[in-house]
Each structure stands twice: as structure tokens, then as C-alpha cells.
């Protein structure tokens, strides 16, 4: 990705939360086409192998899909937002045992 979060020329990405074919058709191009929707990936071999198998190279596994296939701000709010829930339900407990 380049400084203002836009894939290179020639760069392949990876539509992350709203897919570029099926139900994200849908949605209109400049949401789904949006730097926050797309993920960009090493080389065509590393996006083709989030869809399935590519030119002998088995399809990535579920874990490694998401990885290489969701945009850093959503790895991210998964880790974070259960972590932030516990926090304030911890904190909460803290404040009414006294």
C-alpha cells in the first residue's frame, strides 16, 4: 500500500468485509472500492490462494485467510473490542464488591 492507503499500480487486494462479486454488487463501487474494504496482498499467488487452490498451491486455511484476507482494522477490533468488554466488566465488578 502506498502512504495514502491505496494499492500500487499493478497491486492485487483483496475486497475484505464487503466481497467485489456476489451480494457486494450490491453495494455501490465507491464503498465497496474503498481503501478500508481492501486488503492488499504480496503478489496474485497470495490472493488467488484466499479463494481457493492456485496453479498447484493448495487454498490457504481458514486462520491464514482471515489473516492475509481482512484489513489490518479489523484483526485489530477483533482483538480489541472483546479485550476493551472484559476490561469495563472487570472494572464493573471492581466497583459494586465495595
Known amino acids: 500500500m502506498s502512504r495514502n492507503g491505496m494499492l500500487q499500480p499493478g497491486q492485487h487486494g483483496h475486497h475484505g468485509i464487503i466481497p467485489h462479486k456476489g451480494w457486494g454488487k450490491i453495494v455501490p463501487e465507491i464503498i465497496r472500492n474503498h481503501p478500508v ?50 476490561t469495563a466488566v472487570d ?6 464488591r465495595q
Open 37 to 86: 474494504n481492501i486488503t492488499a496482498t504480496r503478489d496474485v499467488a497470495d490472493h488467488m490462494r484466499i479463494h481457493g487452490s492456485y496453479k498447484g498451491l493448495p487454498q490457504y486455511g481458514p486462520v491464514e485467510r482471515y489473516w492475509r484476507g481482512s484489513p489490518d482494522w479489523a484483526k485489530r477490533a477483533h482483538v480489541w473490542g472483546p479485550t476493551g468488554v472484559a
Open 91 to 96: 472494572s464493573h465488578n471492581e466497583r459494586t
